[in-house]
């Protein structure tokens, strides 16, 4: 039967009068008992026409249903609902397909007429309003499948094919995102697919969909075909319905999350970036950042670079005004990561911050979990549809609070990761139960750390910041920018066209090692290289306990091995670099044996042989020579590491104290 037999006036009529004398029922002064037999009156007044329509539009669904072949439910309407006034009769009518049989939990294709619209929607059940009776426990059930239907619904509008039918449905039929379909509000519509996937996932979308409204007198104008409509707009929407319905079914289900991780794999494997493309992409980096006026030391964005790929932490320490903030920023910015699309986060630590609550979030006194600024970059960046897209997360000062207070756990987990069907996962940052108690949906898996994101912290050392334990330094690179040449100028030549951002994928910057064995039978020799260099550095720190362990030479071994890799720089730049940034900030102090430490290793960095007792008494020749306003350094093996050491002899000789960061 044909649903064009219901475009009629007498039928919106009738819903209309029904509306009328329900509201006039409710609204009288007459006794509750009075109430109830005016609207049991009611009810048998109408009962025979609802009827009618209702077996009109059950009769369309099912023919609609059979043409297709599908295995849904049809939606049967009722012509009235227990209410606080009786049994009243519906004043809209509501019918169509359903994924699952409890409908009011499910996914629906629905065509709802009211006094004067109709409304033809794709959208969720409505929850709980038609669960009254059933025990908690069961409702709880239900409520979690629909949420897990939702979060499907949500994975399935990020693909391109299936956000090009919806954005379609937008442009070209006249359909509108809305938080609810049913009694439509004006402004109730959601600007747009990203906006709504936003609002779904922070509050679950029952009676949320993709819905057409048409007017009374569109739907009663000459020529006008409802039952057209309904099948044409399902043809359109149809491979969504597919992956809900498969969605649905757990062997189905399973299958649609192998093929589903198949296909991320192929994406990612597609994606990555060949070794011989990178050397360029880091160049156009360089290139993109001195175009927008700022220019920083020879290798600099090499090492920063080298430095993420490594560990996905890194501390920029120096001055203030050297654009260690920018630097961030720019490099983020160049990869297509910004505020706009919430790929770049800019966090200024705060002087009290003492706890990790500060970073990841805490429980109200409701017991309702609210997230932190650095849990919201870790939801957003594990989506499945951002899981090719680099997250950067600046902590801008990050020490002027102690960071061992606040960072810890983060510390601790990034030391957790491991490879998981091809991916790195940490351990739990936040556990599922604490997610639950949030506005952020149901979860079903704890919240790590994702590998595509990278934490960049900035630090000034003065007489208001606290320094670093060695915890944080082992798990950092910290690059410095204590050398400024204040003649640099920006480029004037308005001829040369600007480098535009390039939306690389996250594993231009993602480690490709965990382990050195990872890693040892391809570069064997070069890690036996950095590893015997690093052995006779440990000899000489060992004289003050300043040794490092096996982090660090790991740390230290996949550096080398990327720029090799890459040829971003030579073997010994590299080197020295990580001398510079991985051993030396971990010295400091004022007695003798400190200052041991320091002159066998700028013998070390020199490279050659000196009576180490007699510079014991008198360093002088060791520091002297290295001048920042020298137009050229002394001639040494590593003469970044070289000149950083001269002037931590210097500190310690002129103020009996040294630091890598009092220099």
Same mark, same amino acid.
């Given at each position: 039967?044909?649903?064009?037999?219901?475009?009629?006036?007498?039928?919106?009529?009738? !819903?209309?009068?029904? +509306?009328?004398?329900?509201?006039?029922?409710?609204?009288?002064?007459?006794?509750?008992?009075?109430?109830?037999?005016?609207?049991?009156?009611?009810?048998?007044?109408?009962?025979?026409?609802?009827?009618?329509?209702?077996?009109?539009?059950?009769?369309?669904?099912?023919?609609?249903?059979?043409?297709?072949?599908?295995?849904?439910?049809?939606?049967?309407?009722?012509?009235?609902?227990?209410?606080?006034?009786?049994?009243?009769?519906?004043?809209?009518?509501?019918?169509?397909?359903?994924?699952?049989?409890?409908?009011?939990? +499910?996914?629906?294709?629905?065509?709802?007429?009211?006094?004067?619209?109709?409304?033809?929607?794709?959208?969720?059940?409505?929850?709980?309003?038609?669960?009254?009776?059933?025990?908690?426990?069961?409702?709880?059930?239900?409520?979690?499948?629909?949420?897990?239907?939702?979060?499907?619904?949500?994975?399935?509008?990020?693909?391109?094919?299936? &956000?090009?039918?919806?954005? &379609?449905?937008?442009?070209?039929?006249?359909?509108?995102?809305?938080?609810?379909?049913?009694?439509?509000?004006?402004?109730?519509?959601?600007?747009?697919?990203?906006?709504?996937?936003?609002?779904?996932?922070?509050?679950?979308?029952?009676?949320?969909?993709?819905?057409?409204?048409?007017?009374?007198?569109?739907?009663?104008?000459?020529?006008?075909?409802?039952?057209?409509?309904?099948?044409?707009?399902?043809?359109?929407? &149809?491979?969504?319905?597919?992956?809900?319905?498969?969605?649905?079914?757990?062997?189905?289900?399973?299958?649609?999350?192998?093929?589903?991780?198949?296909?991320?794999?192929?994406?990612?494997?597609?994606?990555?970036?060949?070794?011989?493309?990178?050397?360029?992409?880091?160049?156009?980096?360089?290139? !993109?950042?001195?175009?927008? #006026?700022?220019?920083?030391?020879?290798?600099?964005?090499?090492?920063?670079?080298?430095?993420?790929?490594?560990?996905?932490?890194?501390?920029?320490?120096?001055?203030?005004?050297? #654009?260690?903030?920018?630097?961030?920023?720019?490099?983020?910015?160049?990869?297509?990561?910004?505020?706009?699309?919430?790929?770049?986060?800019?966090?200024?630590?705060?002087?009290?911050?003492?706890?990790?609550?500060?970073?990841? #979030?805490?429980?109200?006194?409701?017991?309702?979990?609210?997230?932190?600024?650095?849990?919201?970059?870790?939801?957003?960046?594990?989506?499945?549809?951002?899981?090719?897209?680099?997250?950067?997360?600046?902590?801008?000062?990050?020490?002027?609070?102690?960071?061992?207070?606040?960072?810890?756990?983060?510390?601790?987990?990034?030391?957790?990761?491991?490879?998981?069907?091809?991916?790195?996962?940490?351990?739990?940052?936040?556990?599922?139960?604490?997610?639950?108690?949030?506005?952020?949906?149901?979860?079903?898996?704890?919240?790590?750390?994702?590998?595509?994101?990278?934490?960049?912290?900035?630090?000034?050392?003065?007489?208001?910041?606290?320094?670093?334990?060695?915890?944080?330094?082992?798990?950092?690179?910290?690059?410095?920018?204590?050398?400024?040449?204040?003649?640099?100028?920006?480029?004037?030549?308005?001829?040369?066209?600007?480098?535009?951002?390039?939306?690389?994928?996250?594993?231009?910057?993602?480690?490709?090692?965990?382990?050195?064995?990872?890693?040892?039978?391809?570069?064997?020799?070069?890690?036996?290289?950095?590893?015997?260099?690093?052995?006779?550095?440990?000899?000489?720190?060992?004289?003050?306990?300043?040794?490092?362990?096996?982090?660090?030479?790991?740390?230290?071994?996949?550096?080398?091995?990327?720029?090799?890799?890459? #040829?971003?720089?030579?073997?010994?730049?590299?080197?020295?670099?990580?001398?510079?940034?991985?051993?030396?900030?971990?010295?400091?102090?004022?007695?003798?044996?400190?200052?041991?430490?320091?002159?066998?290793?700028?013998?070390?960095?020199?490279?050659?042989?000196?009576?180490?007792?007699?510079?014991?008494?008198?360093?002088?020749?060791? !520091?002297?020579?290295?001048?920042?306003?020298?137009?050229?350094?002394?001639?040494?093996?590593?003469?970044?590491?070289?000149?950083?050491?001269?002037?931590?002899?210097?500190?310690?000789?002129?103020?009996?104290?040294?630091?890598?960061?009092?220099?």
């Amino acid at each position: 039967m044909s649903i064009n037999k219901l475009l009629k006036e007498e039928m919106f009529e009738t !819903y209309k009068l029904i +509306s009328l004398s329900i509201n006039e029922i409710q609204r009288s002064e007459k006794p509750l008992e009075d109430k109830k037999s005016l609207m049991k009156e009611l009810r048998h007044q109408y009962e025979n026409t609802l009827t009618e329509y209702n077996g009109i539009a059950s009769s369309f669904a099912n023919s609609f249903m059979e043409h297709y072949k599908l295995t849904d439910h049809v939606i049967t309407a009722r012509i009235g609902s227990p209410t606080h006034y009786g049994n009243q009769p519906k004043d809209y009518l509501w019918s169509g397909i359903s994924i699952d049989k409890d409908k009011s939990f +499910s996914f629906q294709y629905s065509w709802v007429f009211q006094k004067d619209e109709l409304e033809v929607t794709f959208c969720f059940g409505s929850g709980g309003s038609s669960s009254g009776n059933i025990e908690e426990k069961k409702k709880l059930e239900k409520e979690s499948n629909m949420r897990t239907m939702e979060n499907r619904f949500l994975e399935i509008l990020s693909n391109s094919t299936h &956000r090009d039918i919806v954005e &379609r449905m937008l442009s070209h039929e006249g359909f509108v995102l809305t938080a609810e379909w049913l009694n439509a509000k004006e402004g109730q519509e959601i600007s747009s697919i990203d906006n709504y996937i936003d609002r779904v996932r922070k509050k679950t979308g029952a009676k949320s969909g993709i819905t057409r409204y048409f007017k009374k007198d569109e739907l009663l104008s000459d020529g006008f075909n409802l039952e057209e409509k309904i099948y044409s707009y399902f043809e359109l929407f &149809r491979p969504i319905w597919d992956q809900m319905h498969l969605s649905n079914t757990d062997s189905h289900y399973n299958d649609l999350k192998i093929a589903e991780s198949k296909t991320i794999a192929f994406v990612e494997e597609y994606t990555s970036m060949n070794d011989i493309e990178i050397k360029p992409a880091v160049a156009a980096i360089q290139t !993109y950042i001195q175009q927008r #006026g700022f220019t920083y030391p020879e290798l600099l964005i090499e090492n920063f670079y080298l430095s993420l790929k490594t560990k996905p932490f890194v501390i920029l320490a120096g001055i203030s005004g050297t #654009g260690k903030t920018k630097l961030v920023k720019l490099f983020a910015e160049a990869l297509g990561a910004t505020d706009s699309n919430h790929q770049f986060t800019f966090i200024p630590v705060r002087p009290d911050w003492s706890d990790p609550s500060d970073l990841l #979030g805490y429980k109200d006194l409701s017991g309702t979990f609210r997230a932190g600024k650095l849990t919201e970059v870790l939801l957003e960046a594990s989506r499945t549809e951002n899981r090719n897209k680099p997250y950067f997360v600046c902590l801008d000062e990050m020490n002027l609070a102690r960071v061992e207070h606040y960072f810890s756990d983060m510390l601790s987990i990034l030391e957790t990761q491991k490879w998981k069907d091809g991916r790195i996962i940490t351990d739990a940052a936040i556990f599922k139960d604490t997610l639950n108690t949030s506005d952020y949906g149901a979860f079903v898996e704890d919240l790590g750390i994702p590998s595509n994101v990278f934490l960049i912290g900035t630090v000034n050392m003065d007489e208001t910041t606290h320094p670093f334990s060695k915890k944080v330094l082992d798990r950092a690179n910290t690059l410095e920018f204590n050398y400024v040449k204040l003649d640099e100028y920006p480029s004037i030549n308005g001829d040369i066209e600007l480098v535009d951002q390039a939306a690389l994928p996250y594993t231009f910057l993602s480690s490709d090692y965990l382990q050195l064995q990872d890693a040892f039978a391809e570069y064997a020799d070069l890690i036996k290289r950095t590893t015997d260099k690093l052995v006779k550095i440990n000899t000489i720190l060992e004289e003050n306990h300043s040794h490092i362990g096996f982090r660090v030479r790991d740390a230290v071994s996949f550096y080398m091995i990327y720029n090799q890799r890459f #040829g971003l720089m030579e073997e010994q730049q590299a080197f020295d670099l990580q001398l510079l940034q991985k051993i030396l900030p971990r010295v400091q102090g004022s007695s003798s044996s400190v200052k041991r430490v320091l002159v066998e290793l700028m013998l070390f960095c020199l490279g050659r042989q000196g009576k180490v007792e007699d510079l014991m008494n008198d360093p002088s020749e060791l !520091y002297k020579p290295w001048k920042t306003s020298s137009s050229s350094s002394p001639i040494a093996v590593y003469p970044q590491s070289a000149r950083k050491l001269a002037y931590m002899l210097r500190r310690l000789e002129e103020d009996g104290f040294t630091s890598f960061w009092l220099s």
